[in-house]
């Protein structure tokens, strides 16, 4: 699990939000999706979802970057 900080311009405010490293996406978005989350987008490299109260966060490989 990681804490991922960024800031989508110079005047925006940073915001946050979990990754969790998996080898399996998507057999573990199905897992939150039947548990109340929701998918938003399924990219190459990770999968972006919503919590059952809309917190964002996403599912990524095995491998993260520093």
Do not use: W
């Amino acid at each position: 699990m990681r804490l991922e900080l960024r800031r989508a311009g110079l005047d925006d405010r940073v915001t946050g939000h979990l990754a969790f490293a998996c080898a399996d996406r998507r057999a573990l978005a199905a897992r939150h999706a039947a548990a109340g989350a929701r998918i938003l987008a399924v990219l190459p490299h990770e999968t972006e979802m919503a919590d059952p109260v809309g917190r964002f966060y996403r599912l990524t490989g095995r491998e993260m970057a520093a």
